[in-house]
T-cell receptor
Framework: AQSVAQPEDQVNVAEGNPLTVKCTYS??????LFWYVQYPNRGLQFLLK??????LVKGSYGFEAEFNKSQTSFHLKKPSALVSDSALYFC??????????FGKGTHLIIQP | GAVVSQHPSRVICKSGTSVKIECRSL??????MFWYRQFPKQSLMLMAT?????????EQGVEKDKFLINHASLTLSTLTVTSAHPEDSSFYIC??????????????FGPGTRLTVL
C-alpha cells in the first residue's frame, strides 16, 4: 500500500522568489516518486521522477525535487518562480505495473 | 513529450445509456494504459490498469461490469460507462506508458473527458 500527503492546499510566492511545494509519502518497498503539473483545461504534464540514484532530481521548466528517505519526503522546488508556474501540482508515488497514487494537489500561485 | 488524446472531450447523456471514451497514444506505443477519475476539486483516483491484449485490472471498489475497458491495440484503449447514472458524472482521464509493463517510465496523460449524466 502507498499513500502521499501534500500538506498545503495552496502556496503563494512572489515572482522571482524561490518556491517549495511539499510532499511526504508512505510506501512499502522502494519508493518511486513522480511530480505532475495540471494547468487549467489541459492534461497533466510530467515534471520529474525519482527512481534511484542521486537524491536531487532535475526536471522540466527549471523544477527540481529532493528525495529524502529519512524524512520520507520529495519536495518540489524552483529557485526563481515565474507567474506562468501558477498551476495545480501533484505528487504521486507508484509507477511500474501500478498506476499512480495522487495526492490531493497543491495550488501554486505566483504573484507578480 | 509524447501525446495522448481523448475523445470526446465532453459528453452529456441520459441516465441509462452507455458512453464510450477513447484514449489514444499518438506518437508512441503504449504497453500499459491507465484510467483515472477526478472529482471536482479533488485528486485523481486510479480506476483500472490495462495492458494491451489482456483483461484490465480494476481497483478495489470499481465495478468492472460498470466500467468496461478494452485495450485492443498498442495505441488505443476505450472506457465504456454502461447504464450511466448521475453519480457517474465526473472527469475521466487516461494515461499511457511506453516500455514494459513493469518499467518506471513516466505516464503521459490525456486531456480528460467530462461526462455529465442527466
Amino acid at each position: 500500500a502507498q499513500s502521499v500527503a501534500q500538506p498545503e492546499d495552496q502556496v503563494n510566492v512572489a515572482e522571482g522568489n524561490p518556491l517549495t511545494v511539499k510532499c511526504t509519502y508512505s510506501v512499502s518497498g522502494n519508493p518511486y516518486l513522480f511530480w505532475y503539473v495540471q494547468y487549467p483545461n489541459r492534461g497533466l504534464q510530467f515534471l520529474l521522477k525519482y527512481i534511484t540514484g542521486d537524491n536531487l532530481v532535475k526536471g522540466s521548466y527549471g523544477f527540481e525535487a529532493e528525495f529524502n528517505k529519512s524524512q520520507t519526503s520529495f519536495h518540489l522546488k524552483k529557485p526563481s518562480a515565474l507567474v506562468s508556474d501558477s498551476a495545480l501540482y501533484f505528487c504521486a508515488p507508484g509507477g511500474g505495473a501500478d498506476g499512480l497514487t495522487f495526492g490531493k494537489g497543491t495550488h501554486l500561485i505566483i504573484q507578480p | 513529450g509524447a501525446v495522448v488524446s481523448q475523445h470526446p472531450s465532453r459528453v452529456i447523456c441520459k441516465s441509462g445509456t452507455s458512453v464510450k471514451i477513447e484514449c489514444r497514444s499518438l506518437d508512441f506505443q503504449a504497453t500499459t494504459m491507465f484510467w483515472y477519475r477526478q472529482f471536482p476539486k479533488q485528486s485523481l483516483m486510479l480506476m483500472a490498469t490495462s495492458n494491451e491484449g489482456s483483461k484490465a485490472t480494476y481497483e478495489q471498489g470499481v465495478e468492472k461490469d460498470k466500467f468496461l475497458i478494452n485495450h485492443a491495440s498498442l495505441t488505443l484503449s476505450t472506457l465504456t460507462v454502461t447504464s450511466a447514472h448521475p453519480e457517474d458524472s465526473s472527469f475521466y482521464i487516461c494515461s499511457a506508458k511506453s516500455g514494459t509493463s513493469s518499467s518506471y517510465n513516466e505516464q503521459f496523460f490525456g486531456p480528460g473527458t467530462r461526462l455529465t449524466v442527466l
